[in-house]
Every structure is written in C-alpha cells, then in structure tokens.
C-alpha cells in the first residue's frame, strides 16, 4: 500500500491590524460626512439690493445693503460648552462637566419677493454667524 500523501500546508490567513481596518474605513466615513454636509450647511452670503452680505459683516452692513427685515426674532441656539466643577471633596482637582447651555442670537428674516424663498440672517455678537433660506414665497 502506498504511504498516503500528506495535505499541502497552507498559509493561515493574515491578520490585518485593527489600526489598519479603522484607517480602511476612513474614506469611506469622509464620503458619507462630504454627502451629508451639503444638507445641513448654511449658504455662506446672501443676495440684497446687487450687494452680498455674508458671515462676519456687522449688522450695520446688514441694514445698510438690504434695509429692515421683515421679521426679527431672538433665538435660543443649544450648545455644547465646556464647564469646570471644584469642590472640596475630589483630591484630583477640578472635574470637567460638558452641557447644553443656551446661546442667545436673533433672526432677521429677509422677503425677497414672490417666488424667492426666504432670506434668514443669525446675528452672534454683533456679527453675522450664519445665512441660510427659509421657506418659499408664492
């Protein structure tokens, strides 16, 4: 009887890093964010009387290039901020706490006519923090 052949050795399969499989996928998560951005992005000027007003103009430009608004409203903007608690008790020192906390801004709410959609302005300490468009006029 033939001595039986043994099987041929086969390499056990490689073993990527989990680094490398988190750095694989990084592309992949900066398409899906690049897609969803667009989405929730602010348009950066705004059109009024053949001038541009965008983020970081005073609101004086504001008045001066597209006049009064039609609206104005304050808002309460959550954001995350950073705040520090001391007490007697922790021997480590301070701990550092994040909380939603309400920023106050208001709204300028800007009608560009029939068949235009609305133009609304985010003023943030004196200065223009955000253009965006509203609903639709008929």
Not at 90 to 109: I, S
Request: glycine fraction near 10%; hydrophobic fraction near 40%; include cysteine.
């Amino acid at each position: 009887m033939p001595h039986p052949t043994p099987p041929p050795r086969t390499r056990p399969p490689a073993r990527v890093p989990a680094a490398w499989r988190t750095l694989a996928a990084l592309p992949i998560l900066a398409a899906l964010a690049a897609l969803a951005a667009p989405a929730a992005q602010a348009s950066p000027s705004m059109r009024c009387n053949g001038h541009l007003v965008g983020k970081g103009e005073s609101p004086v430009a504001l008045l001066h290039k597209c006049g009064e608004p039609v609206y104005r409203q304050p808002v309460c903007v959550p954001m995350l901020q950073l705040g520090w608690i001391v007490t007697p008790y922790r021997g480590d020192g301070p701990g550092a706490v994040l909380a939603n906390q309400c920023v106050p801004m208001e709204e300028w709410t800007y009608d560009r006519g029939p068949g235009n959609f609305l133009g609304i302005v985010r003023l943030y300490n004196g200065a223009i923090e955000s253009v965006r468009d509203g609903a639709r006029l008929r």
